[in-house]
Structure formats: structure tokens, C-alpha cells
């Protein structure tokens, strides 16, 4: 009775161990395995965003500072680079959802997404800045849009810093329809990027004007789903390298004239 009794234990023993054995050989797969192994790697961005991520008027190819950017680097990653188009109001989800691998559209560095990504080192550095209708006196600082109407995307850092400003968020899917109603005055004024807006004022027609200081240096990194500490550091040593041969300076003076990953 003792013998057999033994028995089943040291059965069961095997088998607790056996299990637990196989689970350390299965867990703790880092995504840039899965990324070498597929031969690429899956990245979100907007597709509306100009300069940073747009289709070229010519040849609708999708481009811009971010995409070749992030293009750069998963060549040096040794993959090609699969580009998913979502708007920016899903963009994080699908990454936290591991739906793509990183997100390549201009993604501020802040604490409450550090919270829930890991980013690799800054690649551009900016400013917020204020767009209103070319005849609005109303709006000259940021002081003065407590009550205002304002066009944003709501879970970005410009929908944030107007929200704290005491303004009311009319959402808005991307930065330029959000600026067609400022020029129509629907919306009092829209918050982004300092870069976008000055792109923006340069190709598009439109009767608007900044005011106030450019506000709130930012700066935006690549996130990727946490606990691949792999793929950061592979990212990371590609955008050293591409700071050290010059590459990233070259493709933010492209669209930049100006090095703007130093700010």
C-alpha cells in the first residue's frame, strides 16, 4: 500500500515537473523572434498625417518623415516593413492588442503610456502649437481658450492639453479636417505638432493663422507592446546607428529642412 502510494506521487511529481519545464520553453517569446522569423514587421500609422505619414499626391504611396523612418529601421532589423493604415483614435489599441508590432506616427513620450508600452528612444523632437481662423482675435494664447470649441482627436496630447485648458472637444478623426473647420469656423481652433501645422500652412490654401507660443516640447518615440526587451533593444541600436551615419538627419531635412530629432 505504501509502495504504491509512493508511486503515484512520484507520477504526479514527474508530471508537475514536466509541465512546468515546457512552460519556460514557451513563454517569454520575444516578438522580434517572431518578427525575424515571419520576415517582417507590422506597423501602424495614420496615412493622413503630413508630412509625417500621407499618400504621395502622384503615386498614392504612403510616405512621409515617420514611415521612412520607420522603414530605415526595420531594414536594419534585417525585414520588411508591413504598414497598417488605422486612425489614431484605434492605433494604440491595435498595438496593445498586438494587432501590429509598433506604431510609427509621431507617439509622444508619456508617462501613462509607459504604463502600458515600451518605447524606444526619441526621433523627433517639437512643440505644440495653436491654429484659429485667420480673423479670430479671440484665441492669442493658450489662456484664452477656456470655453472654446476645439478640433481634436481626443486621446491625443494636443485633445489632453486643450481639455486641461478648459476647452470643449469636438472629436475629430485627423489633424486636416479639424483644420478645414477651424478655416470655416465650425470650431474655434485645433492644437498639434508645430511641424504639421507649418506643412499644412505651406501646401493648403487655407485662412488660418498660429498664435501664442509654440508650447510643450514632446517627444515621440516608437512604441511596442511590453515585455519584448529584444525587439526595443534592435530598434534602439537602429536608430543609434541611423544618428551616427547621419540617416535620420538626412530624412528629417527632407521634409523638415532642419534636423528635427535634436529639437
Same mark, same amino acid.
Given at each position: 500500500?505504501?509502495?504504491?502510494?509512493?508511486?503515484?506521487?512520484?507520477?504526479?511529481?514527474?508530471?508537475?515537473?514536466?509541465?512546468?519545464?515546457?512552460?519556460?520553453?514557451?513563454?517569454?517569446?520575444?516578438?522580434?523572434?517572431?518578427?525575424?522569423?515571419?520576415?517582417?514587421?507590422?506597423?501602424?500609422?495614420?496615412?493622413?498625417?503630413?508630412?509625417?505619414?500621407?499618400?504621395?499626391?502622384?503615386?498614392?504611396?504612403?510616405?512621409?518623415?515617420?514611415?521612412?523612418?520607420?522603414?530605415?529601421?526595420?531594414?536594419?532589423?534585417?525585414?520588411?516593413?508591413?504598414?497598417?493604415?488605422?486612425?489614431?483614435?484605434?492605433?494604440?489599441?491595435?498595438?496593445?492588442? !498586438?494587432?501590429?508590432? =509598433?506604431?510609427?506616427?509621431? /507617439? %509622444?513620450?508619456?508617462? &501613462? +503610456?509607459? @504604463?502600458?508600452?515600451?518605447?524606444?528612444?526619441?526621433?523627433?523632437?517639437?512643440?505644440?502649437?495653436?491654429?484659429?481662423?485667420?480673423?479670430?482675435?479671440?484665441?492669442?494664447?493658450?489662456?484664452?481658450?477656456?470655453?472654446?470649441?476645439?478640433?481634436?482627436?481626443?486621446?491625443?496630447?494636443?485633445?489632453?492639453?486643450?481639455?486641461?485648458?478648459?476647452?470643449?472637444?469636438?472629436?475629430?478623426?485627423?489633424?486636416?479636417?479639424?483644420?478645414?473647420?477651424?478655416?470655416?469656423?465650425?470650431?474655434?481652433?485645433?492644437?498639434?505638432?508645430?511641424?504639421?501645422?507649418?506643412?499644412?500652412? !505651406?501646401?493648403?490654401? =487655407?485662412?488660418?493663422?498660429? /498664435? %501664442?507660443?509654440?508650447? &510643450? +516640447?514632446? @517627444?515621440?518615440?516608437?512604441?511596442?507592446?511590453?515585455?519584448?526587451?529584444?525587439?526595443?533593444?534592435?530598434?534602439?541600436?537602429?536608430?543609434?546607428?541611423?544618428?551616427?551615419?547621419?540617416?535620420?538627419?538626412?530624412?528629417?531635412?527632407?521634409?523638415?529642412?532642419?534636423?528635427?530629432?535634436?529639437?
Amino acid at each position: 500500500m505504501k509502495k504504491w502510494l509512493l508511486g503515484i506521487v512520484m507520477s504526479f511529481s514527474m508530471v508537475v515537473t514536466g509541465c512546468g519545464g515546457q512552460g519556460e520553453k514557451t513563454t517569454g517569446t520575444d516578438l522580434y523572434d517572431t518578427i525575424k522569423k515571419q520576415g517582417f514587421i507590422t506597423i501602424g500609422t495614420e496615412g493622413t498625417y503630413k508630412p509625417f505619414s500621407y499618400h504621395d499626391e502622384k503615386t498614392n504611396e504612403l510616405t512621409g518623415y515617420d514611415v521612412e523612418v520607420a522603414k530605415e529601421v526595420a531594414k536594419r532589423l534585417g525585414v520588411q516593413a508591413k504598414f497598417q493604415e488605422i486612425p489614431w483614435d484605434g492605433m494604440l489599441t491595435s498595438l496593445q492588442t !498586438k494587432k501590429i508590432n =509598433l506604431a510609427a506616427n509621431q /507617439v %509622444g513620450i508619456k508617462p &501613462e +503610456r509607459k @504604463e502600458k508600452f515600451d518605447f524606444s528612444q526619441a526621433y523627433t523632437v517639437s512643440f505644440a502649437q495653436i491654429v484659429v481662423a485667420q480673423d479670430n482675435n479671440s484665441i492669442k494664447a493658450i489662456a484664452d481658450v477656456k470655453g472654446k470649441k476645439a478640433g481634436q482627436t481626443p486621446t491625443s496630447n494636443y485633445g489632453k492639453m486643450a481639455t486641461d485648458a478648459g476647452a470643449e472637444i469636438k472629436a475629430y478623426e485627423d489633424m486636416m479636417t479639424a483644420m478645414r473647420d477651424v478655416a470655416a469656423k465650425r470650431i474655434d481652433f485645433s492644437m498639434n505638432d508645430r511641424l504639421a501645422i507649418a506643412e499644412m500652412m !505651406k501646401t493648403n490654401k =487655407l485662412p488660418l493663422k498660429t /498664435v %501664442g507660443e509654440p508650447m &510643450e +516640447r514632446a @517627444e515621440s518615440a516608437f512604441p511596442i507592446p511590453k515585455g519584448n526587451p529584444k525587439l526595443l533593444e534592435a530598434v534602439n541600436k537602429a536608430i543609434d546607428e541611423m544618428k551616427k551615419d547621419g540617416t535620420l538627419e538626412k530624412i528629417s531635412k527632407k521634409y523638415f529642412g532642419e534636423d528635427v530629432s535634436k529639437g
